[in-house]
Each structure stands twice: as structure tokens, then as C-alpha cells.
């Protein structure tokens, strides 16, 4: 880990919707050039804090710093002007544009003056190649509709758009949720040369073998607090793993699996608790 002050960083946020408390005294920090992993199962939360960190939803308590200077967003919009840019599961692409149109759509450069400005087609284009060339991709055809492209090419457009914008800070929401185990490693190369870039990546994810051989900070999230913070020489791989998997949870419910077997010797049920047991560590 740098000694470089964070660029992003929260304070005992909470956030609530009525009387549901979605988070409660949430502190994460995101440093330039780092890699900060956010963890957590389904319901954890992390969908609350992404869309706090993105301007989304105000912090119902807690402070947000950004550069050193406290802020307060009043729409998504004047996030991603001050730099944090978020690509979300579905990466706010149009199937049927090409791999150019999508890469601009929204923020088309255009030629001329007045009643004569247009698309600048030619330029766009060219950015395009360019800047999916320094993220390492070579792209075959800036025609193609962006839906023919696999997955983990899909992610890497999304990212070098959001790179080449002035992305300060990258939140990647799921980004290897869907994705098969090559197509995972492509995204994850892409992570590390947003990285290389100077860029502070904050990475959502609920698989830890995704999130740890990119990760320089670990945050797991349970129940919207946060359960761990850790640094990668903190924390290995297994403990890693075994803290997303809820320990606990997983020894309790094989109690129970077990009790529920009763005597009745080697059927499904003891062999499930058993197969628990070793999941949690226990055995």
C-alpha cells in the first residue's frame, strides 16, 4: 500500500430509506493508483453504497471527502464532472451502435459551426482505436455493433470510455459477475491497466478469487456495515474467502443439517453438513 492520501474517502455514512437502514457507519477510502475491493454477498449493501459514492442517493449521515474537500452530490452528473466515473452491470450501451457510437454516445465530438456542426465521425473513430489501443485492446472493426462483442470486450469498452472522460476514480459494479473464467481475466487485466493509469479503482464484486489478485485494499460488507478492512499482506487468500463464505453462518446451518438428519446414518443431509463444515473451515 502507497503512503498517497486517498482521493475518495467516507466517513460513517449511513443511509436510510424510511426505517430501513440500507448502511450504517460505513468508512472506505480509495487511494490514486490502487485498487480498492468491495465485498460483500447479495443484500450486503453494496448497491446502497455504490449509488452513494456515484451521487445517487445523499448519505443520510457521515461526511464524503473527495480530493481532500468534502462534497455533497446533487445528481450523477456532477459526480462524473468531478471525476468518478461509475460503470454499472448493465454498461449503458446500445447493442445495435457501433463500438464508436457507443464509445461517445452522449459526448459526441463534433466539426463546424451553427446550422453546419456535426458528428465528427472521422475523429471519433480514431479516439476511439486510440484509446482502446492504450488500454491494450486492439479492435478489429470501430464498426461492429458493440453487441457482438463478448463480454469481457463489452467491460473494456466501458472502461476505456470511462478512462479517456477523465475518470479520477472507477467504480466497477459486478463487472466479472456474468462472465466465465477468460473472459473474468480479460476484465481483470483491464482493472490493472486503469491501475498502471494513476487511476483509484474501486471494484464490487462477491467473488473473492476475482477481487484478490487485483485488489490492494480489501472492504467486506455484511448486513451494510463493514465486517473487514484489510490490506492484501493483512490478509490471505483463504481468510479471505472464508470471511465472504460467513464462517459462522455455514458451521451454524451445518448444526442444523446435521440435526436435522437425525440417525438415519450417510443420507444427503449429514453429507451436506459435513460438506458445510469443511466450507466453513472446520474440519
Not at 464498426?143 to 479517456?164: C, F, H, K, M, N
Request: proline share 5%; net charge negative; charged share 25%.
Amino acid at each position: 500500500m502507497s503512503d498517497a492520501q486517498p482521493i475518495l474517502e467516507i466517513n460513517n455514512v449511513s443511509k436510510y430509506f424510511g426505517s430501513v437502514i440500507a448502511l450504517q457507519d460505513v468508512s472506505m477510502f480509495v487511494r490514486p493508483g490502487e485498487v480498492t475491493c468491495l465485498l460483500g454477498d447479495n443484500g450486503a449493501g453494496k448497491s446502497t453504497l455504490i449509488k452513494t459514492l456515484a451521487g445517487v442517493h445523499k448519505p443520510s449521515e457521515g461526511s464524503y471527502r473527495f480530493e481532500g474537500n468534502e462534497v455533497e452530490f446533487e445528481s450523477p452528473r456532477q459526480a462524473l464532472d468531478m471525476g468518478i466515473a461509475t460503470v454499472y452491470q448493465d454498461l449503458a450501451m446500445i447493442p445495435l451502435m457501433s463500438i464508436w457510437r457507443n464509445f461517445f454516445l452522449g459526448s459526441e465530438p463534433t466539426i463546424g459551426f451553427g446550422p453546419f456542426k456535426r458528428f465528427d465521425v472521422d475523429s471519433a473513430k480514431r479516439v476511439t482505436r486510440e484509446e482502446m489501443a492504450k488500454m491494450g485492446i486492439d479492435i478489429r472493426d470501430p464498426d461492429q455493433p458493440v453487441g457482438t462483442l463478448s463480454g469481457g470486450e463489452r467491460q473494456s469498452v466501458a472502461i476505456a470510455r470511462a478512462v479517456y472522460f477523465g475518470a479520477k476514480v472507477l467504480i466497477l459494479d459486478e463487472p466479472t459477475a456474468a462472465l466465465g473464467v477468460k473472459q473474468a481475466g480479460v476484465v481483470l487485466k483491464y482493472i490493472l491497466q486503469a491501475k498502471r493509469r494513476g487511476i483509484g479503482v474501486i471494484f464490487i464484486t462477491h467473488n473473492p478469487h476475482h477481487a484478490y489478485p487485483v485488489g490492494d485494499h480489501f472492504v467486506i460488507l455484511r448486513r451494510g456495515q463493514v465486517y473487514g478492512d484489510y490490506t492484501k499482506a493483512e490478509i490471505p487468500l483463504e481468510q479471505l474467502v472464508q470471511m465472504m463464505a460467513g464462517g459462522a453462518d455455514l458451521q451454524a446451518l451445518s448444526h442444523e443439517l446435521e440435526s436435522a438428519s437425525g440417525d438415519e446414518g450417510e443420507d444427503d443431509l449429514a453429507s451436506a453438513a459435513r460438506e458445510f463444515r469443511q466450507e466453513a473451515g472446520n474440519e
